[in-house]
């Protein structure tokens, strides 16, 4: 059972434009959400992340948007470039009986036309 | 410099023989977790470790081992490896109570 969804396998997006990357999720015990960004052969590294106690968080280009009673969080890019062209994963952790997991989604592949 | 080292980053195997990846940290980190990832799975996690030998499964532990001996160290042992275990593998690591992980930058498994 997936509990973190990426419905969206690609995206593509003029330069200069805004991107929205999508994200579902299931487990209402999930207390934090993030997003990481992953070139070919590299690992993936962390981009911005949101508390489940807020519904907002900007970092420059990035802002992240959590809708609770939606299940859903989105990442926009305002304006998006070329070198944002990359697989962007959503991950959702939970916080339990002393440790915690983190949960991917498959990923959406962006790609940011010049 | 901060990071997760990871050897080695390719590796080709035959069935059944057994092997080591190793995982490195040097930022003091208590959580280390294992991945695999493959097409159109996304990122699934094998085994992760809150502090020194503290060691539990994860998603997919099926075929492997990890140990916690050492805070920085974590390493992923394949018993008897197969062709199914095929796949990009990474190790990461983060603070306890965040989920901001720092990854590795991967090891390529073939097993043949």
């Known amino acids: 059972d997936q509990q973190v969804k990426q419905n969206s396998p690609s995206l593509s997006v003029q330069e200069g434009r805004i991107s929205i990357l999508n994200c579902d999720y299931t487990?209402?015990?999930?207390?934090?959400f993030l997003w990481y960004k992953k070139y070919p052969a590299e690992g993936p590294t962390f981009l911005i992340s949101i508390s489940s106690i807020k519904d907002k968080n900007e970092d420059g280009r990035f802002t992240v948007f959590l809708n609770k009673s939606a299940k859903h969080l989105s990442l926009h890019i305002v304006p998006s470039q070329p070198g944002d062209s990359a697989v962007y994963f959503c991950?959702?952790?939970?916080?339990?009986?002393?440790?915690?997991?983190?949960?991917f989604g498959k990923g959406t592949k962006l790609s940011v036309i010049p | 410099e901060a990071q997760v080292t990871q050897n080695p980053r390719y590796l080709i195997t035959v069935t059944g023989k057994k092997l080591t990846v190793t995982c490195s940290q040097n930022m003091n980190h208590e959580y280390m977790s294992w991945y695999r990832q493959d097409p159109g799975l996304g990122l699934r996690q094998i085994y992760y470790?809150?502090?020194?030998?503290?060691?539990d499964k994860g998603d997919v532990p099926e075929g492997y081992k990890v140990s916690r001996k050492e805070k920085r160290n974590f390493p992923l042992i394949l018993e008897s490896p197969s062709p199914n275990q095929t796949s990009l593998y990474f190790c990461a690591s983060s603070s306890a109570g965040t989920g901001k992980a720092f990854f590795g930058q991967g090891t390529r498994l073939t097993v043949v």
């Open positions: 470790s809150m502090n020194v030998e503290v060691t």
């Open positions: 991950a959702a952790r939970y916080s339990g009986a002393g440790s915690y997991q983190l949960t």
């Open positions: 487990n209402s015990m999930f207390d934090y």
